[in-house]
């Protein structure tokens, strides 16, 4: 073989090993979980430190988080730490990430009940359509359901940026699946 041929052979095989680490890395990566957060909470309040979306694909964590409704723990556990501290489901990320787009779905529309405080976020909680008690209007605002309970004129009075649900008509129907489909 000559020289120009080996050359070309290793520039071949430099080509395809090149290849090869993109594309791998490529299948898990950038996978963003629009409707699953990983959130830092303190842990005497438990108020809302910090809230970002969940990057799948990225997720250095060789072992266990905790997924409760639309939120993923920060913290990275074994298999026998995470039931002990986990209310949700235990979710391990190196299987988890070879299909990012279920671990994603599997949070449902992500809809949470948020109590602010000014404009600080203070409480988070996953919302249950079927359990609410309002008889009345909520303001649903990109993802967050206001915790106060309005008329329909008092809903279109408070809520600017979203709109205004009404709760009873949710409830004679598919109640998440309504709710999903005006988020």
Same mark, same amino acid.
Request: some cysteine; charged content about 15%.
């Given at each position: 073989?000559?020289?120009?041929?080996?050359?070309? &052979?290793?520039?071949?095989?430099?080509?395809?090993?090149?290849? *090869?680490?993109?594309?791998?890395?490529?299948?898990?990566?950038?996978?963003?979980?629009?409707? /699953?957060? +990983? &959130?830092?909470?303190?842990?005497?309040?438990?108020?809302? /430190?910090?809230?970002?979306?969940?990057? $799948?694909?990225?997720?250095?964590?060789?072992?266990?988080?905790?997924?409760?409704?639309?939120?993923?723990?920060?913290?990275? %556990?074994?298999? *026998?730490? $995470?039931?002990?501290?986990? @209310?949700?489901?235990?979710?391990?990320?190196?299987? @988890?990430?070879?299909?990012?787009?279920?671990?994603?779905?599997?949070?449902?529309?992500?809809? &949470? +009940?948020?109590?602010?405080?000014?404009?600080?976020?203070?409480?988070?909680?996953?919302?249950?359509?079927?359990?609410?008690? $309002?008889?009345? %209007?909520?303001?649903?605002?990109?993802?967050?359901?206001?915790?106060?309970? %309005?008329?329909? *004129?008092?809903? @279109?009075? @408070?809520?600017?940026?979203?709109? =205004?649900?009404?709760?009873?008509?949710?409830?004679?129907?598919?109640?998440?699946?309504?709710? =999903?489909?005006?988020?």
């Amino acid at each position: 073989m000559s020289i120009a041929s080996k050359r070309s &052979v290793l520039a071949f095989f430099g080509v395809l090993a090149a290849l *090869t680490v993109v594309g791998s890395s490529a299948f898990a990566s950038d996978v963003t979980c629009s409707n /699953l957060d +990983m &959130v830092w909470h303190d842990p005497q309040t438990g108020a809302i /430190l910090r809230s970002d979306p969940y990057v $799948c694909g990225s997720d250095l964590c060789g072992g266990y988080r905790c997924k409760e409704g639309n939120e993923i723990s920060p913290a990275c %556990y074994n298999a *026998t730490e $995470c039931p002990a501290a986990c @209310a949700g489901e235990c979710v391990y990320i190196p299987t @988890a990430q070879l299909d990012c787009p279920t671990l994603c779905e599997s949070a449902g529309c992500g809809v &949470v +009940m948020t109590w602010y405080k000014r404009k600080t976020l203070l409480r988070s909680e996953p919302y249950e359509c079927t359990l609410d008690a $309002c008889a009345g %209007y909520r303001c649903l605002d990109g993802n967050e359901i206001s915790p106060a309970c %309005y008329s329909a *004129t008092e809903c @279109a009075r @408070a809520c600017k940026g979203g709109t =205004c649900v009404d709760i009873r008509s949710l409830q004679a129907g598919d109640c998440n699946a309504g709710l =999903c489909s005006t988020n």
